[in-house]
């Protein structure tokens, strides 16, 4: 897997760079030295980002076969955390919630763990296909995620969109490629004429719908109810 922190320009993976410049801003805003918990790390992709503090990273390692989980610290459940309370100064947990079952009593785990005046600091998607199944459960509206952080005892809790319609159609609209999925009753290897020109198709294809993407890139600034977001970012104070 990419580096998180290395990621393509915007126009090529839209959702992924609001969650990395979230991030990005969350580890500039915390002072040097600050006990940080990754929580739903998956690869650590955005530890290098927290080079200056100490980081800690949790995660169950079930969601994705294709990935190494290696570089945890803790192998755990979000809503069984080993760590005593009050802890840590700041928790991250990005596109993580969705593929929690116990979405409620994770963030109440997570607000334990934080000190006195510490931050959650959280992403999660309200548009998304299913991805890393079957543990992919819940999409959040800005109210889901106020309603869940309020109940765990956050006492200040900011919801901000990340993204505009405009911008949610432009991360949709590469979907129109499953249309060059091979057919399901398809078994073996496709042919290598048939496979080399089907990835050229797709190729041509990627490379239309960019112009379309980056008018609606554009255009987005004309959305200000920001209520179609790709998902949201949570800023929660104990």
Not at 74 to 83: A, C, H, I, K
Not at 226 to 238: E, I, M, N, Y
Request: with cysteine; proline share 8%; net charge positive.
């Amino acid at each position: 897997m990419q580096p998180l922190v290395d990621q393509p320009p915007k126009i090529c993976d839209i959702g992924r760079w609001h969650v990395t410049e979230f991030v990005k801003r969350t580890a500039q805003a915390l002072p040097a030295g600050s006990r940080v918990l990754d929580a739903g790390s998956g690869e650590c992709g955005y530890a290098p980002l927290f080079a200056s503090h100490r980081n800690v990273s949790v995660d169950a390692a079930i969601g994705d076969a294709s990935w190494n989980y290696r570089g945890l610290d803790v192998v755990g459940r979000l809503d069984q955390l080993p760590f005593r309370g009050e802890c840590f100064d700041a928790v991250l947990c990005t596109q993580t919630l969705e593929h929690l079952e116990w979405p409620r009593e994770s963030v109440r785990e997570l607000y334990r763990v934080l000190r006195p005046g510490g931050r959650l600091c959280l992403t999660a998607p309200m548009a998304h296909k299913e991805h890393q199944r079957p543990h992919d459960f819940f999409r959040y509206t800005s109210f889901g995620l106020q309603s869940i952080c309020a109940g765990a005892g956050f006492r200040q809790v900011t919801v901000e969109p990340m993204g505009g319609l405009f911008q949610r159609w432009a991360y949709e609209l590469p979907n129109v490629l499953s249309v060059f999925r091979r057919p399901a009753m398809q078994t073996g290897p496709p042919p290598p004429r048939r496979g080399m020109w089907a990835r050229l198709a797709k190729r041509g294809a990627l490379g239309i719908l960019r112009v379309p993407q980056a008018i609606l890139l554009a255009l987005d600034r004309l959305d200000v109810a920001r209520d179609h977001p790709l998902g949201w970012s949570v800023v929660a104070q104990k």
